[in-house]
């Protein structure tokens, strides 16, 4: 599943901001920085605003305060 968080999920972009995006997949391991970092290596390929942030099922819960806001606020991309 894909979220759109931020100013674009809140329609505030403007030509400055980054698309943040929300991945969370169970394909991902326990080590969130190493799979940040390879995320943002295949988005740089697409877009460099695009700013991933990856999360496992199990991990993306109401006690985290980011899951918390993007569940609040994010908008789920098409397709998923």
Same mark, same amino acid.
């Given at each position: 599943m894909r979220l759109h968080r931020g100013?674009? *999920? !809140? $329609?505030?972009? +403007? $030509? &400055?901001s980054d698309i943040d995006l929300a991945i969370?997949? @169970?394909?991902f391991s326990n080590d969130r920085f190493e799979e940040r970092v390879r995320l943002m290596k295949l *988005?740089?390929?697409?877009d460099? !605003?695009? %700013? @991933?942030v990856p999360f496992r099922?199990?991990?993306f819960s %109401?006690? +985290? @305060?980011? *899951? &918390? %806001?993007i569940k609040r606020h994010?908008? !789920?991309?098409k397709g998923d």
């Open positions: 100013s674009y *999920a !809140r $329609k505030t972009q +403007n $030509k &400055w969370i997949s @169970p394909d *988005a740089s390929s697409i460099d !605003r695009i %700013e @991933p099922p199990d991990n %109401e006690d +985290n @305060p980011l *899951a &918390w %806001e994010g908008i !789920r991309v």
